[in-house]
């Protein structure tokens, strides 16, 4: 500390001993924290401020297309995330229903505040855990290991393991127009200290940037000159747990933009800090500001969005599709111009944020950093972008900190396992230089990761730990059976004369000896009006009974999947040494050698992944494999 020309010398001391630091409270922080927690390891979760956890510092939703099926395997392997969706839903909806079963996915509507003080009663009351607000300044390490962590106020927390989710607080800085200010996420206080210590442990440091909206007062909006989107009934909940859905209480609403609205920020370009140079840190590609919609998309006629409730304590209205870093006055001008927003007071303007992150390639799987031992990072902080994202990697940084200290295996989901699996994968193989979102056209073997199946595919992983509670144990067994006998009730034969008649009803063709309503299903029928019909499964959750329903509907298309995994496994199981010298290997091209000894990846499949390394880099590799043996 510095007080005019004077040092201050900053006086430590012991603020306590744990096995493991989690450093944040956003959705990873939160997620590791429990599960560390949960594993019976001593934790504490190191917090900027207390009424930050959870945060949701964008739109108050969890879930959409493939982020639902994250939100779904969190649940799946003990996370919180679900539940605590479900505790504070307002609307919920299934997207994609009118498409593939793959793509499908649960999107809930939050209530903002709900969803903070829901998670910050759990984690208060999860034994193991204890909640400290300060800020991290230093990583301590001992012989390449975290031996602890320093906070600015000279506090030492001895550690074991360390787990970095700063989410974008690191370095921090808000812009609006003209306007740049050192601030975290609504106007919280960002974490300035840290990121000196990560760069003298190694981590190669890079900006970032994202946005948010305005909030407007939602009773100064004509919802009457927008559409209403009302939630979905007789849908699953999140979590497993839960069963069905809660009840929708609130509505959303879609209004447009229009050719107005386009020019007022065409005129004024100049004046976004995206166009004038105030701004050049990379944002997110897959959720643009409306500057960049408007002059990358300058065809469109209009650009969709969404008005959506803040919680139902407030009327604040999110304006999701209209995220801007414009001056206030600009801003102002543009919301107005929008239909049904004509007097809409603004109660909170749209910022951008800009913040440090790191280069994941420097990760290895389990999330642990290479260069110290049992550093583990998570969420923006290794450049994904999203509350999904993050949580799915707490959870697992949370779990594998956990697993080191009790001296047990990693844990590591392959991407035919999870979308958890893909995106960490992703991460540690190919890098990222933009702010990551999962999508599920990044998953290979989509079909086979389908949300309704991520208990029946990863709970079992748990089942030796304390994440596999007597509740869940209960659950899963009574979906698992009630699975099984639907796929054996659909697989048997039904009666010719009715199949005749259903056939007829229904318009479905071909022969009908010895069918069964599985082959019904296969034709075309849907399993629903199978069980009306026939009055078969009557006392079966509908949910399940879709589940069944899409593996019957697919069953040749997973066959070939599993038969693809089951080669891809082949390379999983081909380890490489850790200490390769890939520039003495002959046959590699430069550009491979360099990509190799950038990422070093663990297995042959890994190596296969990464940019710039082509199928007849990989075969030299298994040539020099099997020369080493």
């Known amino acids: 500390m510095i007080s005019g020309n004077n040092v201050i010398k900053m006086h430590t001391f012991i603020e306590g001993q744990y096995d493991i630091a989690v450093i944040g409270a956003g959705h990873a922080g939160c997620e590791a924290a429990l599960a560390c927690a949960r594993l019976g390891l001593k934790t504490v979760m190191l917090t900027l401020n207390l009424d930050s956890i959870a945060f949701l510092a964008c739109n108050p939703s969890i879930g959409g297309t493939a982020k639902g099926h994250l939100v779904r395997e969190i649940d799946a392997l003990g996370g919180e995330m679900a539940k605590n969706a479900d505790k504070t839903c307002l609307q919920i909806r299934i997207l994609n229903e009118g498409k593939g079963e793959a793509v499908q996915s649960l999107r809930c509507q939050c209530d903002k505040n709900a969803y903070h003080r829901e998670m910050k009663r759990t984690l208060e009351n999860t034994q193991n855990l204890r909640i400290l607000q300060g800020e991290c300044a230093e990583i301590l390490t001992e012989n390449g290991a975290v031996s602890g962590i320093k906070t600015t106020y000279g506090g030492v927390i001895e550690c074991k393991a360390a787990i970095l989710a700063t989410g974008v607080y ?137 008005l959506e409730p803040e919680g139902a304590d407030t009327n604040e209205i999110y304006v999701q599709g209209m995220s801007s870093s414009m001056p206030h006055d600009v801003q102002k001008a543009m919301y107005r111009s929008v239909s049904g927003l004509e007097n809409c007071e603004i109660m909170r303007y749209a910022y951008a944020i800009e913040y440090d992150c790191i280069d994941t ?43 080191r200290i009790l001296g047990k295996e990693p844990f590591v989901l392959g991407r035919d396992e ?10 540690v193989t190919k890098g990222t230089e933009e702010p990551y979102r999962m999508l599920t056209s990044r998953a290979e073997y989509s079909l086979c990761l389908r949300h309704d199946t991520a208990d029946f595919r990863l709970t079992p992983k748990i089942e030796s730990t304390p994440l596999f509670t007597e509740e869940r144990a209960n659950c899963f067994a009574r979906r698992k059976t009630s699975y099984e006998h639907i796929l054996s009730v659909l697989n048997g034969r039904a009666d010719g004369k009715a199949v005749n008649g259903f056939m007829q009803k229904y318009g479905i063709c071909g022969g009908v000896s010895g069918i069964t309503y599985a082959d019904l299903i296969r034709r075309g029928a849907k399993a629903e009006d199978i069980c009306e019909y026939f009055n078969i499964l009557r006392d079966m959750p509908r949910d399940i009974i879709k589940t069944a329903e899409a593996t019957v509907k697919y069953e040749g298309y997973l066959s070939k999947s599993m038969a693809q995994i089951e080669r891809a496994k082949k390379l999983e199981e081909k380890k490489l040494p850790p200490d390769i010298n890939y520039s003495e290997i002959s046959g590699l091209r430069l550009e491979a050698r360099e990509k190799l000894e950038r990422v070093r990846p663990i297995t042959l499949g890994q190596a296969g992944r990464i940019s710039g390394v082509n199928p007849a880099d990989v075969t030299v590799l298994m040539v020099w494999l099997a020369t080493r043996k």
């Open 418 to 427: 999870a979308y958890i699996g893909v995106l960490i994968d992703d991460l």
């Open 170 to 306: 690191l370095n921090a800085e808000t812009v609006t127009g003209e306007h740049r200010q050192k601030s975290g996420p609504s106007g919280f206080a960002p974490a300035n200290a840290l990121t000196e210590s990560l760069i003298k442990l190694g981590f190669n440091v890079r900006r970032f940037k994202t946005g948010t909206p305005a909030r407007l007062d939602g009773r100064t909006v004509d919802f009457d000159k927008c559409t209403c989107q009302s939630g979905d009934e007789n849908i699953p909940a999140f979590s497993f747990l839960n069963g069905t859905a809660p009840a929708n209480s609130h509505e959303c609403h879609i209004a447009y933009t229009n050719a107005q609205t386009h020019k007022i920020i065409l005129d004024s370009l100049d004046r976004s800090p995206l166009y004038n140079g105030e701004i050049n840190s990379t944002g997110p590609r897959y959720c643009p500001s409306i500057e960049t919609k408007v002059v990358r998309f300058s065809d469109k006629e209009r650009h969709q969005l969404f």
């Open 361 to 403: 390639l420097d990760v290895l799987p389990t999330l642990e950093f290479k260069k110290v031992k049992n550093l583990y990072t998570a969420g923006q902080i290794n450049g994904t972008s999203g509350y999904e994202e993050a949580a799915a990697q707490g959870l697992v940084a949370g779990i594998n900190a956990a697993y």
